[in-house]
């Protein structure tokens, strides 16, 4: 399955289709809109994000420096959590899980979903007040406020900041 699917879903929409949608992929489809991010649950049921489910979430403005760029970088889009919630579970069931994240270039990452809470990372779509693309880490990147925590300036923190993400699975 290829991460940059056609199709996408209102927030509203899957909010209140997908305990009727379990197992169904993609839920609610939107003519001619372009996936970011496939976000599968527990429960088997598979959402397609795209740039307008993004947009209908509470966006969050963070600046921090990375251990891949110069100088300090400006990051907009939604919390992670904010993602992991339109599944439908709760912050309690999400806590005990693990999330395994997945780049354009199939590369790979496991964290704990309780990061998305006790760090607040966001999923960036914007860059230094530009929408990223592929070719500069979009148009996905998972951004924590490294500068903002010493904790989370160390090296197991720096393995979780994924890159051109396009999947997410919910274990």
């Not at 704990?112 to 990372?121: I, L, M, T, Y």
């Amino acid at each position: 399955m290829t991460c940059l699917t056609a199709g996408a879903i209102s927030r509203r929409r899957m909010v209140l289709g997908l305990g009727l949608s379990v197992g169904m992929s993609p839920l609610g489809t939107r003519a001619g809109a372009r996936g970011l991010l496939v976000l599968r649950d527990t429960a088997g049921s598979e959402i397609t994000l795209g740039e307008d489910d993004f947009g209908d979430l509470p966006w969050q403005e963070l600046s921090t420096h990375t251990a891949w760029t110069d100088g300090l970088q400006r990051f907009a889009g939604p919390y992670l959590r904010d993602v992991l919630l339109l599944t439908g579970r709760t912050p309690a069931e999400l806590a005990s899980r693990r999330l395994r994240m997945r780049a354009l270039n199939d590369f790979e990452i496991e964290m704990p979903a309780r990061d998305a809470w006790e760090h607040g990372p966001i999923l960036a779509r914007v860059r230094n007040g530009a929408r990223m693309q592929v070719r500069d880490k979009g148009p996905l990147w998972l951004v924590y406020p490294r500068d903002g925590y010493p904790e989370l300036q160390d090296m197991r923190f720096d393995e979780r900041w994924i890159w051109q993400l396009c999947e997410i699975d919910i274990r």
